[in-house]
């Protein structure tokens, strides 16, 4: 509350009695006695019982007749009634001071204006409490409809002592205005305000009261009223003698304004008659605040502050207080004024989320508002004059999604004939606006009314009540043996089962989902009875029998909003008391139409018919991973509950086999089912296990040709599964490897965990049983190998050791494949294999061929094939002479590197051929001479490496490579000088250098320091 340090201007004027020829309008019509001794207030001290006939008049005249319309009745007023109405005028209630000092979450739980309800002892009602409890409110005086006190704060470990003056206003049971000297600022009330006006409400008969200071001064005679107006001025001087001043001057002046009015204001004399009569509401810091939590754009909390100001005018609705109009048009206006509106329009971007989210909220308060039964029609028209003025501003934002344009054509794509009942007595289902994820929601709105009529009304933990006994207000008549509760489970029934179309947009349909599962979470709140499960029975049963205007019918449209986390809430609900119905519920649910790849026939009559009512027409849902997710949910659901009923289960499998595509969801349901199935307080259960292995084989063929991230998570999950349900599984996944994996897949995975140690201690196989198995393996492996040997030959030979034909049929694929299917780096790879497994001459063979594959230029000295080179080489040699002669010329022919061949050279040169002596053969003991064959050429193809080498660098050399080009030919001299011309040899070629590349004199420079 913004707390005015000034007084507001009375708003009626009061004179003397017969003052005048006549009496206008806001003048007071006739005197009183004075009165206002302090012995009198004790009058109101007590209420006797029986309360007096004035006593009851006087409070209802107070609560709803203005005082100046009581003094323009009666020609005059005794003082005791004028006592009785001002003293019965203050408002008795403490709810409502409640609800205009401190925020409510709509739980009991107040919060102040900042948001925070961590201490509650610092929210301003409580403090409030909690100062008058300690007696901090003193010298307290009503004048009328004016009440003023002093309340003093105490000092604190931070701040001093302070003491604050507070006056409040009211009139008909209302405080209308407020101030305070304390200067803090905000929406509602300060605790000091707090503080005063439950001493006057718990405590009357301690406050002094005193009638209107109008009263007072009519009493009067001229001496006194100088002495009382120069005394006042005494003791204020330095406050109020120069308005004074200025008052004498214009009633001394014939024709000031001031003296062609009749009266003069009294600030303590009640409202007007043309007054409004509301509880004081500071508009500026309304608009100030929502203003500052608007431009903080969605950060320290604005969201929350802006939702509990929702919560606020929704407090305020719900007591019929007129504020809640007014405190929304504020909140409107800046909602209006947004600057990030215009950004977004010009920007031709959306606006956030949760910025969206304010503005619904915001649509949804005007609703309850323009609907409000008690509204008066004036009131409407105005508010309808105002809605018309902000749709008319340029950034006021549209709603975002098509709420059921759609539907209504829904009715020309079906058969015609008599609408099936949905609703209850004979109200049939005529208009196909989507009532759940509605604008206005008014499924929801109908179904918390109907329950929270049902409950009562609460009247919170701050209420005093008048009576000892609250009496709920009267309900409407039901029928006999109906409930509040019952009608509505019944609507959230019939709206959740309404079929109805996605609307466009990605926030419109998370709105859908949202409302959806809000109203299903308070539906979960409510305890069923025997009665509410008649009433699920009855409208489950309609649902599936109501035809194209449920969700659950047997007539679905492609763009139809499913119904999947609508029917778990039923099937849960329905299991205990209707299996069947449970489950006849969830089955039809699990239809998703709009991934159907192909559309259905048009005949009506097959069951779970699907429509489209826009012909070629993909709607974009942006919410379909979270609709197939509810939809797994949904499947999941059935499956646990289905455990140890093979019918059950079977036919749960095939809804889900007919109606999830995504693969992922497939193989959550398959680990779901195997997790309950192998439960460890339990034995396992086969037919469960069979439902998850058949779920894990469906993603199995689903993700054969796609890519899947989890795909190997897949196939190991999928042998492990195959493994519990037993052998033949096993053996059945091994038959058919080629609809379910990939050939990689299946021998390095599937095949080689099948044949694994821990899965023959897991399946407790003998002999008989290993072989069986072990075959089988060897088949597939063999069957992979030809289909892409490639990538499975080498798993191939390792599956096939202990058998001495299966191993040669794979050996002999990976002879047949080298030639065109099989790259260098895979006949290395085996190569080495089969000489660790001890076949060097089938090494060497495959070396040689892979030999024939490979391709090394001049610069490539860092290539991975180079140790795959040297180590066929070191293997051919090591094998004798012969082998080392047939290598060497392949190497020549594939390697062009000179430092490889170097490298290949010095080699062959330290050792002699078949020192490692494989299979007993005999050596002769000498080095192999470089001058002969085979090593002759290897030598003279290295010094061509080299030369051709050299020229290819000094073609792009610069000056930074000349020393690493310096030392290359510091290699290549050693090359040469294995030759035994070859000083003559590396000397021409440095002349030839000299001579051609004459031009690079710095580099030529160097070479002759080097090498002469």
């Known amino acids: 509350m913004a707390e005015r340090v000034q007084q507001p201007p009375a708003k009626r004027l009061c004179c003397r009695p017969g003052f005048g020829a006549t009496c206008r309008q806001g003048q007071r019509a006739a005197g009183a006695l004075c009165g206002g001794s302090a012995a009198t207030h004790g009058e109101s001290s007590r209420t006797q019982s029986p309360e007096s006939l004035l006593d009851i008049a006087a409070r209802r005249v107070a609560e709803k007749w203005p005082f100046q319309r009581v003094e ?46 961590g201490d509650e002892t610092r929210l301003p009602f409580r403090r409030g409490i909690a100062l008058l409890e300690s007696g901090c409110v003193d010298n307290v005086l009503q004048v009328g409809f004016h ?21 409040v206003s009211f009139d008909r049971c209302k405080i209308t205005s407020v101030t305070c000297s304390c200067g803090n600022k905000d929406i509602f009330y300060c605790a000091h305000v707090v503080a005063l006006s439950l001493y006057r409400v718990r405590k009357p008969e301690q406050v002094k009261l005193r009638l209107p200071i109008s009263e007072t001064l009519f009493q009067m005679n001229r001496d006194q009223l100088q002495k009382f107006v120069q005394y006042l001025i005494t003791v204020h001087h330095t406050d109020v003698l120069p308005t004074a001043q200025k008052l004498a001057d214009e009633i001394l002046s014939q024709n000031s304004e001031i003296n062609q009015v009749h009266g003069a204001p009294d600030p303590t004399a009640g409202a007007s008659v043309d007054d409004e009569n509301c509880w004081h509401l500071d508009e500026e810091q309304v608009q100030e605040q929502v203003k500052l939590f608007l431009s903080q754009g969605g950060y320290h909390g604005s969201g929350k502050q802006l939702n509990l100001l929702f919560s606020k005018v929704r407090e305020m609705l719900r007591m019929r207080d007129s504020n809640g109009a007014r405190m929304l048009t504020l909140i409107t206006e800046q909602f209006m004024g947004d600057p990030r509106l215009a950004l977004w329009r010009q920007q031709g971007t959306t606006m956030t989320d949760k910025y969206r989210q304010l503005w619904d909220e915001l649509g949804a308060l005007w609703m309850c508002i323009v609907l409000n039964p008690h509204c008066k029609p004036e009131q409407k028209s105005s508010w309808l004059r105002q ?37 209850r007595g004979v109200t049939s289902v005529t208009n196909l606006e989507g009532w759940v994820g509605h604008p206005l929601d008014p499924i929801g709105t109908l179904f918390a009314t109907l329950l929270e009529t049902g409950r009562g009304s609460s009247l919170g933990p701050w209420r005093r009540p008048e009576n000892p006994v609250y009496t709920p207000p009267p309900l409407p008549l039901l029928e006999e043996g109906e409930t509040f509760a019952a009608l509505a489970v019944e609507t959230a029934l019939m709206g959740l089962g309404q079929q109805r179309a996605m609307p466009d947009g990605l926030y419109a349909q998370e709105k859908v989902c949202r409302n959806e599962e809000q109203l299903l979470a308070k539906l979960q709140e409510v305890d069923l009875d025997e009665a509410l499960v008649k009433i699920l029975r009855k409208q489950a049963t309609l649902l599936l029998e109501a035809g194209p205007y449920s969700g659950l019918g047997e007539v679905l449209y492609r763009e139809s909003v499913p119904m999947h986390t609508f029917a778990k809430y039923l099937f849960t609900s329905l299991l205990p008391h209707d299996a069947e119905l449970a489950y006849s519920i969830a089955l039809r649910a699990m239809r998703l139409p709009v991934l159907e790849s192909t559309p ?16 070629n027409r993909y709607p974009r849902w942006f919410t379909l991973s979270h609709i197939e997710s509810q939809q797994c949910e949904l499947a999941s659901t059935m499956l646990t509950a289905a455990k140890g009923d093979a019918c059950k289960l079977h036919t749960v499998l095939e809804s889900i086999q007919k109606n999830i595509h995504s693969s992922s969801h497939i193989f959550k349901l398959a680990q779901d089912a195997f997790k309950i199935a192998t439960l460890m307080d339990s034995l396992p259960d086969l037919t469960l296990l069979k439902v998850s292995l058949e779920l894990g084989l469906q993603v199995m063929r689903l993700t054969l040709s796609t890519l899947n991230w989890r795909r190997r998570e897949m196939v190991r999950w999928l042998v492990t599964c195959a ?111 089969m000489e660790h497994r001890g076949y060097p001459m089938r090494a060497y063979k495959l ?50 590197c000179a430092t490889v061949l170097s490298d290949i050279l010095r080699r062959c040169t330290l050792t002699t051929p078949g020192m490692v002596a494989l299979h007993s053969r005999r050596n002769s003991g000498k080095l192999m001479s470089l001058d002969k064959a085979p090593l002759r050429q290897l030598l003279d193809a290295t010094i061509g490496a080299y030369i051709n080498t050299t020229h290819s660098r000094l073609t792009h050399i610069s000056p930074r490579h000349y020393s690493e080009f310096i030392e290359f030919l510091s290699k290549a001299r050693e090359t040469f000088l294995m030759a035994h011309d070859g000083h003559i040899q590396f000397t021409q070629f440095i ?21 002469g």
């Open 72 to 117: 323009e009745r009666f020609e005059r007023i005794p003082e005791p009634v004028q006592r009785r109405i001002v003293y019965w005028s203050f408002p008795r209630s403490e709810r409502e001071i409640c609800m205009y000092s401190s925020f409510n979450t709509g739980g009991g739980e107040e919060v102040g204006s900042g948001g925070e309800s």
């Open 147 to 167: 009440l003023s006190g002093t309340v003093r704060e105490p000092a604190t470990s931070s701040e001093p002592e302070l003491l604050c003056n507070v006056s």
């Open 387 to 423: 809605l018309r003025r902000w749709n008319g501003v340029d950034v006021c934002p549209l709603e975002d999604g098509n709420h059921g344009s759609e539907l209504i054509n829904l009715t020309n794509a079906l058969p015609q004939g008599p609408p099936e009942l949905l609703h």
């Open 600 to 615: 259905p026939s048009t005949d009506l009559s097959r069951p779970q018919h699907i429509v489209s009512v826009v012909p």
């Open 723 to 833: 493994t519990e349900v037993g052998v033949f599984a096993l053996d059945n996944i091994m038959q058919n490897w080629f609809t379910l994996f990939t050939p990689t897949e299946a021998t390095s995975v599937v095949a080689s965990t099948i044949m694994s140690n821990s899965t023959i201690v897991r399946l407790h196989l003998d002999c008989n049983q290993q072989e069986k198995l072990a075959n089988s393996a060897r088949t597939l492996a063999l069957q992979c190998a030809m289909k892409d040997p490639q990538n499975c030959a080498l798993s191939a030979l390792t599956l096939c050791e202990k058998d001495h034909i299966a191993f040669e049929t794979a050996y002999q694929i990976v002879l047949d494949a080298a030639a065109t299917g099989m790259n260098y780096t895979q006949l290395f790879t085996i190569a080495r294999y």
């Open 847 to 896: 070396a040689t061929l892979a030999m024939t594959h490979l391709n090394l230029s001049y610069n490539q000295d860092t290539h991975p094939a180079i140790n795959d080179v040297l180590w066929a080489c070191a293997l051919s040699h090591s094998l004798g002479k012969n082998e080392l002669a047939a290598v060497i010329p392949l190497v020549v022919k594939s390697v062009k």
């Open 991 to 1011: 002349d030839n250098l000299k001579q051609i590349y004459k031009g690079k004199k710095k580099l030529m420079m160097l070479v002759r320091e080097r090498f």
